[in-house]
């Protein structure tokens, strides 16, 4: 990788490179553990001109989310931030019935239905037919396709310009950010609101979640390069919130340019704020590659421990992120024994690259494990309620990220 695929400047810095891993979504069944599976390398560099970070566009968007292991709703709380959303933003904007409403990669319909249950027009865009197919179950109407300018364009003339889009957590996962970009300028009217939800790369490396990195999160962005990346399809930035959703996000409130005035005092202060950080020259960035195999070593050293103890671990969840974790630490079913996941879809299948078989939740009551490694660790606070019951027989929970820890939870 040469180029950098927003500014097209060739002066790329390494940040981390972890290998050479399988696509993190690639969810083996049974019948082809014999098969070979194509591993990508994982290498992530950053512009030092425009400042976004970004891996090489190995795979592309059809050959992850065509068909996509991920419903959002099988999360309880990320279900109630997107209700949270939906309520804020119509007393901000003022959406009403007379309203419409786009999101953008709309997954099962997580968000969208709670708009549908304010009587407000709306329309997913979904390119993956299964999770698409789940959304018109709920009653939302979902359109199955990928974002770019002639489908932001088709969408508007047939359904008339959005009061508000909605791209949460998808902004990371289109190589062609600039094309992604002009189609979101094509759905919004030209008095419009775009809100995109990204997770920070401050905190991605404040927090050492390096595990965030794979393969469909082609870039990661600090407030500074996502300024720069909505400008080049004609959206000014406008506010932008913290949250803590994925360990750390943004929440870019955006306009079109000729409507958008000046931007918010917290721009201005989320921009310092990564100057100070370091995140807007090459120095910020020279330390994180010694943090990410600390974190490794720490779990290795655990998983290590245990086996020799004669200690049981599996994991809780099958998140993509796992999936970077588990193959850049080199974890097989010798040291974590299996899995579970909430997701019917994953059961009976096998993690990419580590092949851990994953099971249903409730095999963690059965076997009654010593320890369970907690995979999405940024839903901490709702899995460590949901795995409360660990500790009826003195089981522990165990916290990879930002660093290992191990925590006793009573039942």
């Not at 970004?54 to 968007?61: A, E, S, Y």
């Not at 997913?124 to 990928?146: I, K």
């Not at 950010?177 to 997770?199: K, M």
């Not at 990661?220 to 959206?235: D, F, K, M, N, P």
């Amino acid at each position: 990788m040469t180029t950098c695929r927003l500014c097209g400047s060739t002066s790329l810095a390494s940040v981390v490179d972890l290998g050479a891993t399988p696509p993190c979504e690639r969810f083996l069944t049974a019948d082809r553990l014999d098969e070979p599976e194509p591993a990508y390398p994982l290498h992530l560099r950053v512009c030092t001109a425009c400042w976004l970070a970004q891996i090489p566009p190995l795979i592309t968007p059809e050959d992850t989310f065509t068909e996509y292991a991920y419903f959002s709703s099988y999360s309880t709380s990320w279900v109630e931030h997107a209700r949270r959303f939906v309520d804020d933003a119509a007393g901000r904007l003022g959406l009403d019935g007379g309203s419409f409403v786009v999101e953008v990669a709309s997954n099962d319909g997580y968000l969208l239905r709670h708009v549908v249950d304010r009587g407000i027009r709306c329309l997913g865009v979904e390119p993956s037919a299964n999770v698409g197919r789940a959304a018109r179950e709920r009653g939302v109407p979902t359109l199955e396709a990928f974002l770019g300018p002639e489908t932001g364009a088709a969408v508007r003339a047939e359904h008339g310009p959005a009061d508000l889009v909605v791209a949460n957590n998808v902004y990371a996962h289109i190589p062609d950010v600039i094309g992604f970009t002009r189609g979101l300028r094509a759905l919004v009217a030209d008095d419009g609101w775009v809100s995109v939800e990204v997770q920070h790369l401050l905190t991605l490396m404040e927090l050492n979640q390096y595990d965030t990195i794979y393969h469909e999160h082609f870039q990661y962005y600090t407030v500074a390069s996502a300024r720069r990346a909505l400008a080049s399809g004609g959206l000014a930035l406008v506010d932008v919130e913290r949250l803590p959703t994925h360990g750390g996000s943004i929440r870019l409130w955006a306009r079109p340019a000729e409507a958008a005035g000046e931007p918010s005092e917290r721009v201005t202060e989320a921009l310092a704020e990564e100057k100070a950080a370091g995140l807007h020259e090459p120095a910020g960035y020279a330390e994180f590659a010694g943090r990410v195999s600390r974190v490794r070593r720490d779990l290795l050293g655990f998983l290590l421990r245990a086996a020799e103890e004669g200690r049981t671990v599996v994991g809780y969840g099958a998140p993509g992120k796992g999936n970077t974790l588990l193959n850049h630490c080199g974890v097989r079913p010798d040291l974590l024994r299996y899995t579970v996941d909430r997701n019917p879809y994953k059961h009976g299948r096998f993690t990419p690259g580590a092949r851990i078989p994953i099971h249903p939740p409730e095999r963690i009551a059965e076997d009654r494990p010593d320890y369970v490694l907690v995979l999405p660790w940024n839903l901490r606070e709702e899995l460590t309620g949901q795995l409360s019951f660990v500790g009826g027989w003195g089981g522990r929970l165990v916290f990879p990220i930002p660093r290992l820890e191990i925590v006793e939870v009573k039942p």
